[in-house]
């Protein structure tokens, strides 16, 4: 939480859960004020030992964005590439997207697993040159790089 309060980003409080069903992990998640909640069901498959340029686009994150004071906010992340595995998700309820004033999404997720990553570095946020942000939706139009499918 002091991560994202330093960076600025937007930090709901809530409660989360992690469970296994017969080798699938179950999340589970609330979010305090308005409720919005998730609950996927993800199984992991097989280790992916040879990401496509998708998977690494997808999954290596060097920056995150947020939005404050009306502005679009960037900074650096670092981490080591992430051991991704094939996974299919057997259930995905929930109410987020609305909550954050998005249009639901269009086409199945796509979805990979890992057992996460060890050493995370964040770096220093700075503003976007002249990006004003005013919607939710735009900020996030904005901050999503070009890439497959985009």
Avoid: N
């Avoid at 004020?33 to 030992?49: F, L, N, W």
């Avoid at 057992?115 to 004003?132: I, M, Q």
């Avoid at 919607?135 to 999503?144: F, G």
């Amino acid at each position: 939480m002091l991560a994202a309060r330093g960076i600025g980003a937007p930090y709901h409080p809530g409660a989360l859960d992690v469970s296994t069903r017969e080798e699938a992990l179950v999340y589970s998640g609330r979010r305090g004020a308005d409720e919005a909640s998730h609950r996927p069901v993800v199984r992991p498959g097989t280790p992916i030992h040879r990401p496509s340029e998708r998977d690494v686009w997808l999954t290596s994150r060097r920056r995150a964005y947020t939005r404050r004071l009306g502005m679009l906010w960037e900074t650096p992340v670092e981490h080591e590439p992430w051991p991704l595995a094939e996974a299919g998700i057997e259930v995905l309820q929930e109410t987020l997207t609305a909550a954050a004033g998005l249009p639901a999404p269009s086409r199945e997720p796509v979805v990979h697993f890992s057992e996460g990553v060890r050493h995370v570095r964040l770096g220093v946020s700075l503003p976007c040159p002249s990006k004003r942000v005013t919607t939710r939706k735009r900020a996030l139009r904005e901050s999503l790089p070009a890439g497959p499918g985009r």
